[in-house]
T-cell receptor
Framework: DAKTTQPPSMDCAEGRAANLPCNHS???????VYWYRQIHSQGPQYIIH???NNETNEMASLIITEDRKSSTLILPHATLRDTAVYYC??????????????FGQGTTLQVKP | DTGVSQNPRHKITKRGQNVTFRCDPI?????LYWYRQTLGQGPEFLTY????????KSRLLSDRFSAERPKGSFSTLEIQRTEQGDSAMYLC??????????????????FGEGSRLTVL
């Protein structure tokens, strides 16, 4: 599984876009990029995932560079409830896929009023 | 609520005692995972079941730890002779494995709220 690198912490003003970067230079061709977040004292929550193309859902947008060595999670209008630890994870697909995800230490996003 | 349910939510025990945690996954999910999370760290993978079969165990899972999923539904994680280093949040997650998943790589794990263990 690809090793990912994220900044340990970031701040964002409420109502502004939060852009969370992730480096995954060793990602292989059959690995997706997954993003989860964990609000204090809760279990992790799935946000979004992608392979090559940019993805958008009701929670966020995921921008993956053409070489797939990095990605950015975008929360378009951050709210105080988006304060959480955000994890970027490389996960394999295919017949041997166990679905197991290896979490790093993530980025602590603090949304400030 | 049809999410992943974990019990108990909190457990305080004395060193040397045995503890057991239970996880009820989302009903149609055939995969179940246990993770452990210590303060300030991301969740660490412990073990994984597909239906009732335990298919992978982390080296973190010492012989004092045992997990079961007897009928492919709920799962239990038992820790024998607890040590202070076992203090952590124990997280359970479930997902659905199907042919389509291998093509789409959904990778969406649904986590419970966790069971927090404190060993005195």
């Amino acid at each position: 599984d690809a090793k990912t690198t994220q900044p340990p912490s970031m701040d964002c003003a409420e109502g502004r876009a939060a852009n969370l970067p992730c480096n995954h230079s060793t990602i292989s061709g059959n690995e997706y990029v997954y993003w989860y977040r964990q609000i204090h004292s809760q279990g992790p929550q799935y946000i979004i995932h992608g392979l090559k193309n940019n993805e958008t859902n009701e929670m966020a947008s995921l921008i993956i560079t053409e070489d797939r060595k990095s990605s950015t999670l975008i929360l378009p209008h951050a709210t105080l409830r988006d304060t959480a630890v955000y994890y970027c994870i490389g996960g394999r697909i295919g017949s041997s896929n166990t679905g197991k995800l290896i979490f790093g230490q993530g980025t602590t996003l603090q949304v400030k009023p | 609520d049809t999410g992943v349910s974990q019990n108990p939510r909190h457990k305080i025990t004395k060193r040397g005692q045995n503890v057991t945690f239970r996880c009820d996954p989302i009903s149609e999910h055939n995969r179940l995972y246990w993770y452990r999370q210590t303060l300030g760290q991301g969740p660490e993978f412990l073990t994984y079941f597909q239906n009732e079969a335990q298919l992978e165990k982390s080296r973190l899972l010492s012989d004092r730890f045992s997990a079961e999923r007897p009928k492919g539904s709920f799962s239990t994680l038992e820790i024998q002779r607890t040590e202070q280093g076992d203090s952590a949040m124990y997280l359970c997650a479930s997902s659905r494995r199907g042919l389509a998943d291998t093509l789409k790589g959904t990778g969406e794990l649904f986590f419970g709220e966790g069971s927090r263990l404190t060993v005195l």
